[in-house]
């Protein structure tokens, strides 16, 4: 039973770089929602896509943005990388764009130099 | 701003005592709070959840106690485990949302 996978794992990138996430969701799953943690603290709700569209965003920047494939997988894409975008991105997969029961995956470790 | 205050940040436990971890909200529109464990290099796993309709649930040795007039809920850890020692989250989803709002997390290290 796969469960939610994540790649890269970890990742360094510059400042001002572009860099792409990317997530497949557990076998059953149809939504897709990313979650940044930062070092100590909790995820923070990025956005969530189901049905391919972009349902509900967080309080993050334009600079921050997503998309959905028909297979359910998903990828964040983050421009302008800055410093304080290091951390580890979570993907929590879930059903019918419900935020019940969310399987997250082992996340992508960034790290922005 | 913190929708959800969780504390202690820390909490060191003897084996087979008891773990309590706490939890506290402002916004009463917030209907599903689940509780997730996180171990180092890994995503948060949902432990248990409980709906404001219940004051307590327990699933084996944990327990969530919620207490809707005072807007608290806690976690429960019966007979505290080693292999329990890890980082826990509570969480809570507003009306109509389909995201979840974390605390800032409690590092419990269960000694043998």
């Known amino acids: 039973d796969a469960g939610v996978t994540q790649s890269p794992t970890h990742l360094i990138k510059t400042r001002g770089q572009q860099v792409t996430l990317r997530c497949s969701p557990k076998s059953g799953h149809d939504t897709v929602s990313w979650y940044q943690q930062a070092l100590g603290q909790g995820p923070q709700f990025i956005f969530q896509?189901?049905?391919?569209?972009?349902?509900q965003r967080g309080n993050f920047p334009d600079r921050f943005s997503g998309h959905q494939f028909p297979n359910y997988s998903s990828e964040l894409n983050v421009n302008a990388l800055l410093l304080g975008d290091s951390a580890l991105y979570l993907c929590?997969?879930?059903?019918?764009?419900?935020?019940?029961?969310?399987?997250f995956g082992s996340g992508t470790r960034l790290t922005v130099v | 701003q913190q929708q959800v205050k969780q504390s202690p940040q820390s909490l060191i436990v003897q084996k087979g005592g008891i773990s309590i971890i706490n939890c506290a909200y402002e916004n009463t529109a917030f209907d599903y709070f689940p509780w997730y464990q996180q171990f180092p290099g890994k995503g948060p796993a949902l432990l248990i959840a409980i709906r404001p309709d219940v004051s307590e649930k327990k699933e084996g040795r944990f327990t969530i106690s919620f207490n809707k007039s005072a807007k608290q809920f806690s976690l429960h850890i019966m007979d505290s485990q080693p292999g329990d020692s890890a980082t826990y989250f509570c969480?809570?989803?507003?009306?109509?949302?389909?995201?979840?709002?974390f605390g800032t997390g409690t590092r419990l290290t269960v000694i043998p």
């Open positions: 969480a809570a989803r507003r009306t109509g949302a389909n995201n979840l709002f």
């Open positions: 896509y189901y049905e391919e569209e972009e349902r």
């Open positions: 929590a997969s879930s059903f019918l764009g419900t935020a019940y029961g969310y399987t």
